[in-house]
């Protein structure tokens, strides 16, 4: 989609409350984009389209890149790259530079991104909402805010959606979890004889319900269960994609860019005792930390060109999730010439810890053995006019579509991994998303 000629943006603060994810969902508009970070204080919230931009191939990253920054200096040339001072473009991309037949999936392209024609930001107490129209269009803009404003019992919800507690997978037949040691193994030969050294396999889990899903549900129990996570919501029309994912891809704030290195997990305990015994087993696994160690290095090596200098801890710290504790490391570097978010966000992707390594030798197993993946393992996000911004890695997700949800869940395979012990791994991600219990944080 071209973006027309002649875009308007105003940008105006917010003083009364308001449900930023009842808003947008009332409105009746698409696409839909949400974000938050309740830990950080920071949500993002849009609908509507004025311009999209979709990609694929070895390209996407420069194109929507470039595309998206053109279009945004447009409109809004000089403003300082904090998020809540104007326009922003929001939206992902998938693992794979190529289209997922997957029916699920059929409206995620490879890589796309929009402008929103309402945006509302709120950082910690102060709120700003954002409208962008066409020429001539402002009046379907306002119509657009009056529906998002109406009161919330006018605003439109999903017919008799099923509530979370009935959103329960059957226990994995014995075929699945053949299929599983049996894909297992074959990556483990394949490390076993030197060609690889890690790769991450994943499953998929269908759940379905009497009613519609409602995607605003999960994110009604993200923001309470899972507050130092992404908790996002993608819309692109009648499919969903939402997800409360724990991993930084990376971000750019100013020139200083940060990614995470998340790799490497055990379960949570069922008491404090147990929990500390499994994170202290997790901080001494040499297999958990050579899994681990892969992903540093590749986002060490990946940003090292072009950020310097390059903090990386000497060692790795505990990440407490409702469904796991897992191997956490932090990387932080300045950047030694102009770089945005998406083109770092393409130096990065696919890290070793949803692909493998080497990389491009993972890849091609994955594309093979998982071609439904879609936009599980890629990421969300947005963008400034500066090119700053954040994208999460697409973790702890699912699609609905209707009255069936897509779950997925994967795990690091390297030498030394049991089948077993990795499906089990999977089966606490598969059902992270529609769990309640209560949430860590990094120790």
């Given at each position: 989609?071209?973006y027309p000629d002649s875009i308007f943006s105003e940008t105006v603060p917010v003083d009364e409350p308001l449900d930023l994810l009842r808003a947008i969902r009332?409105?009746?508009?698409?696409?839909?984009?949400?974000?938050?970070?309740?830990?950080?204080?920071?949500?993002?919230?849009?609908?509507?389209?004025?311009?999209?931009?979709?990609?694929?191939?070895?390209?996407?990253?420069?194109?929507?890149?470039?595309?998206?920054?053109?279009?945004?200096?447009?409109?809004?040339?000089?403003?300082?790259?904090?998020?809540?001072?104007?326009?922003?473009?929001?939206?992902g991309f998938g693992f794979s530079d190529r289209a997922c037949q997957a029916r699920e999936w059929r409206e995620f392209p490879p890589a796309w991104i929009f402008?929103?024609?309402?945006?509302?930001?709120?950082?910690?107490?102060?709120?700003?909402?954002?409208?962008?129209?066409?020429?001539?269009?402002?009046?379907?803009?306002?119509?657009?805010?009056?529906?998002?404003?109406?009161?919330?019992?006018?605003?439109?919800?999903?017919?008799?959606?099923?509530?979370?507690?009935?959103?329960?997978?059957?226990?994995?037949?014995?075929l699945e979890r053949i299929d599983w040691r049996e894909r297992v193994e074959r990556v483990r030969s394949q490390i076993l004889g030197g060609a690889l050294k890690?790769?991450?396999?994943?499953?998929?889990?269908?759940?379905?319900?009497?009613?519609?899903?409602?995607?605003?549900?999960?994110?009604?129990?993200?923001?309470?269960?899972?507050?130092?996570?992404?908790?996002?919501?993608?819309?692109?029309?009648?499919?969903?994609?939402?997800?409360?994912?724990?991993?930084?891809?990376?971000?750019?704030?100013?020139?200083?860019?940060?990614?995470?290195?998340?790799?490497?997990?055990?379960?949570?305990?069922?008491?404090?005792?147990?929990?500390?015994?499994?994170?202290?087993?997790?901080?001494?696994?040499?297999?958990?930390?050579?899994?681990?160690?892969?992903?540093?290095?590749?986002?060490?090596?990946?940003?090292?060109?072009?950020?310097?200098?390059?903090?990386?801890?000497?060692?790795?710290?505990?990440?407490?999730?409702?469904?796991?504790?897992?191997?956490?490391?932090?990387?932080?570097?300045?950047?030694?010439?102009?770089?945005?978010?998406?083109?770092?966000?393409?130096?990065?992707?696919?890290?070793?810890?949803?692909?493998?390594?080497?990389?491009?030798?993972?890849?091609?197993?994955?594309?093979?053995?998982?071609?439904?993946?879609?936009?599980?393992?890629?990421?969300?996000?947005?963008?400034?006019?500066?090119?700053?911004?954040?994208?999460?890695?697409?973790?702890?997700?699912?699609?609905?579509?209707?009255?069936?949800?897509?779950?997925?869940?994967?795990?690091?395979?390297?030498?030394?991994?049991?089948?077993?012990?990795?499906?089990?791994?999977?089966?606490?991600?598969?059902?992270?998303?529609?769990?309640?219990?209560?949430?860590?944080?990094?120790?």
């Amino acid at each position: 989609m071209n973006y027309p000629d002649s875009i308007f943006s105003e940008t105006v603060p917010v003083d009364e409350p308001l449900d930023l994810l009842r808003a947008i969902r009332g409105c009746g508009a698409a696409p839909l984009f949400y974000w938050e970070r309740p830990d950080h204080g920071l949500t993002i919230a849009a609908a509507g389209a004025v311009a999209e931009f979709r990609a694929s191939g070895v390209g996407r990253f420069r194109d929507v890149s470039e595309r998206s920054r053109e279009l945004l200096r447009s409109l809004n040339p000089g403003r300082s790259g904090d998020p809540v001072g104007g326009p922003l473009m929001v939206g992902g991309f998938g693992f794979s530079d190529r289209a997922c037949q997957a029916r699920e999936w059929r409206e995620f392209p490879p890589a796309w991104i929009f402008l929103p024609r309402l945006l509302w930001v709120r950082r910690g107490a102060r709120c700003t909402l954002t409208t962008t129209w066409a020429k001539d269009d402002r009046d379907s803009v306002d119509r657009l805010l009056a529906r998002a404003l109406q009161p919330p019992h006018s605003c439109h919800r999903s017919a008799d959606p099923s509530p979370l507690l009935e959103l329960r997978p059957s226990a994995p037949t014995p075929l699945e979890r053949i299929d599983w040691r049996e894909r297992v193994e074959r990556v483990r030969s394949q490390i076993l004889g030197g060609a690889l050294k890690k790769v991450v396999l994943s499953r998929r889990l269908v759940i379905e319900t009497d009613s519609p899903i409602d995607p605003a549900r999960f994110i009604d129990s993200a923001r309470t269960a899972r507050p130092s996570c992404v908790n996002f919501f993608v819309s692109p029309g009648i499919t969903s994609f939402v997800g409360s994912t724990p991993e930084r891809l990376v971000e750019l704030d100013g020139e200083t860019v940060t990614s995470s290195a998340l790799a490497g997990s055990v379960p949570r305990g069922d008491n404090p005792e147990e929990d500390r015994a499994l994170g202290d087993s997790l901080l001494s696994s040499a297999k958990n930390l050579e899994e681990h160690q892969y992903v540093v290095n590749a986002l060490a090596s990946a940003l090292e060109p072009v950020a310097s200098p390059l903090n990386v801890a000497a060692q790795p710290r505990l990440m407490l999730l409702p469904e796991a504790q897992h191997l956490f490391t932090r990387i932080e570097g300045r950047l030694r010439e102009p770089r945005s978010v998406i083109e770092l966000a393409g130096l990065l992707h696919p890290t070793p810890a949803v692909c493998g390594v080497p990389r491009e030798a993972a890849r091609a197993i994955i594309e093979r053995e998982e071609p439904e993946r879609g936009w599980y393992t890629g990421a969300v996000g947005w963008i400034d006019a500066k090119g700053q911004g954040e994208f999460a890695v697409a973790l702890r997700a699912g699609v609905i579509d209707g009255s069936r949800m897509y779950l997925f869940g994967g795990a690091g395979i390297v030498a030394g991994s049991d089948s077993e012990a990795e499906f089990a791994e999977t089966e606490n991600k598969l059902t992270a998303l529609i769990g309640s219990t209560p949430l860590g944080t990094i120790a």
